[in-house]
Every structure is written in C-alpha cells, then in structure tokens.
C-alpha cells in the first residue's frame, strides 16, 4: 500500500508560512519592502492589536496590473528572479510574490492596487489561502495591502502570540530597521488609531534624530572608510551613550538591516578603556560591498548574512571607529557659534607699547610698637595699639577653670608609641560590633538550633539545614560576608542578599499599595520614543498607584512631579526607563507582572553593590533582615545567594 502523497496547496502554504510570518512583524517587513521595491516616496502602516487585527500597507508605488495582482499570491511567484544566480546579486528586499502566499495563508488578506496608465484598479480578496473574489474598483494609484486576523485559521499559531506590548515592540523594530535604511522616503506608523512616528523625508542624521529624539543630536560622531572591499559610512554613538542594554546599534549591508556579532565585536573593541566593561556602544553604520561577496539567504528573515571576506572586513570597520573617536576625542564639542561670546580683539603684533612701571610708596620709618619720639605710627594706630596689653587680662585665670560639659577635648596619642595595646583593643571592639543582638539570636546566630522555617537552608543544593556556631562575620574583597557554621564556612553575596531583602519589602508594599509620594523638588523633564511613550501611557495609572507623579507634556515628552517615599537616591527618569523595558520583554499580562516588575528594578537599583564597604551595624541588620525572608537562598531572578564550604572541602586544601 502506498502512504507517499502530496500535501494539499493550502497545507503546504501554511507550512511554508510557519518561516516566513513568525509574527505580525514578520509580516510587516515583507509588505513594507514591497512597498520600498515598488518605487513608493511615502509609505503608511497601520496596525490594530499589536498586528493581531490588522495590518495595513498604503504606498504612492507603481501598482500592479490585473494579472499581476492575482500572480502575485501564487507560490514561487516573483519579478526579479529568472535564473538562480540571479539570488547572489540582489540588491533590493523584497519582490512582490516572495511572502504575499504564505500571508494569505494564514490570514484574510485584501489587495486593492492600480497602475498609473490605468483608469481602474484591482481588488482581490483571500481567506486562507483561497481567492474568494477578484474586481475591477477605483483607487488612487499605487497598492493597498491589509492582512486581517494573522493565524484565524491555525489557533495553536494565534495562542503562541505574545503580549500586545511585546509583539508591537517586535513591529516597532522592524519599522526603524526599514526606516534607517530610506530617509529619503517618508514613512508613517499608525497604532490603535494613534500616530506613533511621522517621518518625513530627510537625511540620514536627521532620520536618526526624528526615531530617537533630539537628545541623540549631540552624541552622534560621523563615520566613513572606503577600500577595494568595502564602502563604510554612518555614525557613532559617544561614550557616554553607552548602556548594559542598548537598542541603538545598527548594521545595514546594501541597504539590508543585518544582524553580524563578528562586526560587533569589532565596533566594542574600539572602545576598549573608553566605556565601562559590559557596557554597549551605540551605532548606526552601513556597509556597501560586491553583492556577489555576500550570501542574504541564509535565514527566511534574511538578517543573517555571510560575508566572503568578514576577516578583512573586521579591522576596517576597528580603524574607522577608532578614527571618529579620536575626532570627538570622547569629548563635548565647543559651540563657536555662540552669538553671546565674549568679543575678545585680536592681536595686533606690530604695536609696541610698554606699561608704565608702577610705583610703590613706602614708609620705610614705620613701626607700629614704636609710639615715642623717632616712630611714625599715625595717632590712630597710638589709639589701638597703646592699651594692647589688656587684650590679655584674665587670660591665664580663664585656663585653669574646668572645662565646660558642653565642650569636648581631644587627646592625641604619641605617634611614637608602637605598642600593640591599640591593635588589640581595636579586635576586641570589631569582634564586639560583628556579634548579633541578643533579641536575633534565635533567628540568627549563637544558638545551637533556630527556627528552620526561617533559615530554608534545605533549598537548592543544601541537604539539611546548617547550625551557626559562630556570631562573627567578615566582610571578603567588599563583596562576601562569611562566617563559621558547623559544617564549615558560609559565603553570602552582599548585594544578592540585599536584593532579596528589598524585593520582598517593596512587593509586599506594593499589593498593601502602602507606597506614598513624595513631590520633587525640581521636576525632572524627559524624552521617550514613540514606541516607548506608548508603553508609558499603558502603565501610567499602574505607576501612580505605586507612589509615581508623571504627567504628559505632548510630543512623547514627560515630567516627573514625584516618586515614591522609599525611592531613596535612584534617578527617577532612569528608573522608569527600566521600567519599560521590562514592561516590553514581558509576555504575560501586564496588570499582573508589573507589581513583581516594579519590585524586581527597584530592588536591583538600590541594592548594596558588590565592592561597598559595610559596617558591622549594617551586616548584623542584613543579616537579620535575609534570614527573616521566606526564601533567602535564591534572589527573585533565581540566583544563589548563600554557599557553603565544607570542611572536608577546606581539610582537601591542606593534603
């Protein structure tokens, strides 16, 4: 019997579509390139839900004809590719039939589109793949694409979408990718009926400037190499601009967005000393080479892509990095431009004028503690200095009464002195200040047992809980605090410990809504993206619940009139910053994760850093304050927080 067959169209196209639409996003860039390719100066993106509803392309393009429109669905379909090595020197995105069958796949797709020769235009409706009607209509000239309700006919496919926040943020890259790369078009993104970005046409600087706002004006250093192999231009981001997360860092190769770590590494290591370890630089730099060098189909998303020569490639993008940094020299430039300068007149060598001398007038007679014949104090330095004496008067009396109680004297000791009487009192008083409080000992140390709900030691890797024998701690590199339990030695990370410690106080807050604010003093103005401004508008009732005073000034700007009472000394502007970020990397529902997201940036930003020193007040209290937490051994992210070395451990060391 033969089970060998061939897959319906419809079953292989919602296959294929499994790589090619991932997401809306991923629809959103194949239909925005078409749009690039179809000769489009102004582009239109609506979305509804994040893409879960719509998604619609309106482009000034060249059209499609009748024949055209319809072909454009079927598989394999395309007008640019005739023989395959017609794949290797592409240097346009998309063409018209490379994702149109694979969208309408898996969605309700309609097409209204007209030539400018043409007196009618097209429609064609599709619903899974099938074409449910095809007519003649009127339409300006150019295309009309919307994808309606992504994955209605696949449920599985539709379940595994992310939040409306993550999957607009996947929408909102895709756009700046595509953005960055034309700013000679005008784009526009449209979000729930609200205009998220409104790009006219400009140069590239000021493309940048239009995504990410004003600020970045200043902090962007141009860039440009040319070789046999490759054309470089583009800018870089300044020192200061770099972030442990930084989403301004791009490479586009023939006007393509591509991810490349190798080149990445490339642009890093051109600010080795200039920024901290770890941290990102920002930057935005295009590449132009032989499109027979590189190979875009490696990846459906085509932001993979290989280079023939990526090692010849490295050192030119380090030279030319290194060289607009040395321009800026990390430095601000100096504005000569300044209308209110001071005028400073200019030097004018061939005069020659001498400054007079000047002339001192002395009276070398005079001597103040001489009042008789031959001295020359004046009759009013007789009247001060005559009766100098009794300025004195009572003055040994005054230092041989008894101190006062409310002053306080000082004695200084003999530098010479080298005993070891100091050094030994000073153990004594350090070993005195380590030990605990008597009313923690039976949560703490110095008795034999305690209360093993509270310590939780069994979790993890800890079999049986351990028993402190010990009531002293040293505090190792300004980073550990270890002390003597019976089994060996503990190790606990500071600011683990105090991560811990504040994340269960700020969310135990935060569900009692027992957070208060305080007014600033100075409110604090600043800019967001679009993309971003969104994501604030969505919480924003959620952070005035927590203790957050922000108002909108319009143009995605805001202030900051309060924060909470127990913000401490962290920067308002970068916290919520944080805040949003989290929000967006989230994939479940928001009302539900933004308590644990709150509680989770406010303890990481004001937690003990590794490398503080701390005194033996402030190790007993968080010691206290962890062993009093019900989980103590893992911090909210899932990271150890206590270890212990054995002492068969210890004794192996010495064998």
Not at 140 to 158: E, W
Not at 481 to 494: H, K, N, P
Not at 501 to 512: R, S
Not at 533 to 550: F, H
Request: proline residues 4%; negative net charge.
């Amino acid at each position: 019997m033969d089970i060998i067959h061939l897959l319906p169209d419809n079953v292989a196209n919602q296959i294929a579509a499994g790589e090619v639409v991932q997401r809306p996003a991923s629809a959103v860039k194949e239909l925005v390139e078409n749009a690039i390719d179809a000769g489009a100066k102004h582009i239109q993106l609506i979305v509804k839900e994040a893409g879960r509803t719509l998604v619609q392309i309106i482009d000034d393009g060249k059209g499609m004809s009748p024949t055209d429109a319809r072909m454009a669905f079927e598989r394999h379909a395309t007008s640019k590719i005739k023989k395959a090595e017609d794949l290797f020197t592409l240097v346009t995105m998309g063409f018209r039939g490379e994702a149109l069958a694979s969208i309408a796949a898996v969605s309700q797709v309609e097409l209204v589109t007209r030539q400018a020769d043409q007196e009618m235009g097209t429609r064609i409706c599709i619903s899974g793949g099938k074409v449910e009607s095809q007519e003649p209509c009127t339409c300006p000239v150019g295309t009309n694409i919307s994808m309606k309700n992504l994955f209605f006919n696949i449920p599985a496919r539709r379940a595994f979408l992310k939040s409306n926040a993550t999957e607009f943020g996947a929408i909102d890259t895709s756009f700046k990718c595509i953005a960055l790369v034309y700013p000679h078009i005008a784009f526009e993104l449209i979000h729930n009926d609200q205009k998220v970005y409104v790009l006219p046409e400009a140069n590239l600087r000021e493309r940048i400037t239009h995504i990410f706002g004003k600020s970045i004006n200043n902090q962007l250093y141009s860039i440009s190499a040319e070789s046999d192999l490759v054309k470089i231009h583009g800018f870089i981001g300044s020192p200061e601009t770099a972030k442990q997360r930084n989403d301004k860092q791009y490479f586009f190769v023939n006007g393509r967005f591509m991810k490349h770590p190798y080149f990445q590494k490339a642009v890093t290591n051109a600010y080795e000393r200039l920024i901290p370890a770890g941290s990102k630089p920002s930057f935005f730099i295009y590449l132009d080479v032989d499109p027979r060098s590189i190979d875009v189909n490696v990846h459906p998303t085509k932001t993979e892509i290989k280079f023939e020569n990526e090692q010849e490639i490295f050192p030119i993008i380090l030279s030319c990095t290194r060289a607009g940094l040395g321009r800026c020299n990390g430095l601000g430039t100096i504005d000569f431009d300044n209308e209110d300068m001071v005028d400073i007149p200019s030097y004018i060598g061939k005069q020659k004028s001498v400054a007079p001398e000047p002339k001192i007038h002395a009276d070398n007679s005079f001597n103040p503690f001489n009042s008789g014949a031959g001295g020359s104090a004046g009759p009013a330095n007789e009247r001060n200095l005559r009766n100098w004496e009794s300025l004195y008067e009572g003055f040994e009396a005054a230092r041989t009464t008894t101190t006062p109680a409310n002053e306080v004297t000082f004695s200084v000791p003999d530098a010479t002195d080298n005993s070891d009487e100091d050094d030994e009192d000073f153990s004594n008083f350090v070993s005195q200040a380590s030990s605990l409080p008597d009313e923690t000992d039976d949560v703490l140390l110095g008795q034999e047992t305690y209360r093993q709900a509270d310590m939780g030691l069994n979790q993890g890797s800890m079999a049986q809980p351990q028993e402190l024998t010990g009531t002293e701690f040293l505090q190792y590199q300004n980073k550990y605090i270890m002390t003597q339990v019976r089994s060996g030695l503990m190790c606990i990370d500071q600011h683990r410990a105090h991560f811990r410690v504040l994340y269960d106080h700020y969310l135990f807050n935060l569900t009692q809504h027992k957070c208060a604010c305080q007014r600033l003093l100075y409110a604090e103005q600043f800019d967001l993206t679009p993309a971003d401004a969104l994501v604030l508008d969505d919480i924003m009732d959620d952070l005035s619940e927590i203790g957050y005073d922000i108002s909108s000034l319009g143009n995605n700007t805001y202030m900051v009139n309060g924060v909470p009472a127990n913000n401490g000394d962290r920067e308002a502007i970068g916290f919520i910053t944080s805040i949003i970020n989290a929000v967006k990397d989230q994939d479940r529902s928001l009302k539900t994760e933004l308590l644990h997201t709150v509680a989770m940036a406010q303890a990481r930003s004001a937690a003990i850093r590794s490398g503080q020193k701390m005194q033996s007040a402030e190790i007993n209290q968080l010691i206290k304050d962890l062993f009093s937490c019900l989980d103590h051994t893992f911090t909210p992210d899932n990271k150890p927080i206590i270890t212990i070395i054995g002492d068969d451990d210890i004794s192996k060391r010495f064998k």
